[in-house]
């Protein structure tokens, strides 16, 4: 299964010179929040294939208008052709913006999705705008990760956590770390994978 991962930075490479046969056979597209509306609905157009997103802490506008022709899967899960993936959207609370989310608030929207992950028999993808506590995150409040989502990961050993928020031009972390079986990658700008080899950009 060949996915595309965006987040965080609008690709000129996929917006300006969109090239279909780099993007060939791709199975759906995950959005990990703070993109623009019209990037996205220009991406599902082109590639005419699902694209699931959760909103960044820059989404403020997603509340009036969602982005065309694409599914919103913040505090949900959905079930693409088997594949079940879970979607928690936001950061960490700084200044009481839209999609800003304390730990607690963020464990309590985990605990209203358990019984949906038990119904499931797990989930196969965590998709969240911001990573997990001490893995890839940052130190300052807005950019510190959620020790809701290790729980996650450690408790269902979903085979990828995706995530944003962390952009990879800082040169602060890697694209792809693991935990235990679980692929954490960092969806900044665009990420194409096999998920017969996760660690290999195609």
């Not at 997103?53 to 997603?62: I, L, R, T």
Request: neutral net charge; aromatic residues 14%; charged residues 25%.
């Amino acid at each position: 299964m060949k996915i595309l991962l965006l987040g965080d930075k609008e690709s000129t490479y996929i917006w300006d010179y969109f090239d279909p046969e780099r993007f060939k056979g791709v199975d759906f597209v995950i959005s990990s929040g703070d993109l623009k509306r019209e990037y996205l609905s220009f991406v599902v157009t082109m590639l005419n294939v699902p694209l699931y997103f959760v909103p960044g802490n820059h989404d403020k506008n997603y509340v009036e208008l969602k982005p065309e022709g694409c599914v919103n899967i913040d505090r949900k899960i959905v079930d693409h052709s088997g594949f079940k993936i879970m979607g928690l959207g936001g950061s960490q609370w700084y200044n009481d913006g839209v999609y800003q989310y304390t730990e607690k608030q963020m464990y309590f929207d985990y605990l209203k999705l358990k019984p949906k992950i038990l119904f499931n028999k797990g989930i196969d993808m965590l998709v969240t705008h911001s990573p997990a506590l001490g893995l890839n995150d940052g130190n300052d409040r807005c950019h510190k990760g959620f020790k809701t989502f290790v729980k996650i990961i450690d408790k269902y050993a979903p085979a990828y956590h995706i995530h944003g928020h962390e952009h990879l031009n800082y040169g602060l972390h890697k694209r792809i770390i693991k935990r235990n079986s679980t692929f954490i990658i960092n969806s900044y700008e665009y990420y194409l994978f096999d998920t017969s080899n996760p660690e290999r950009m195609i």
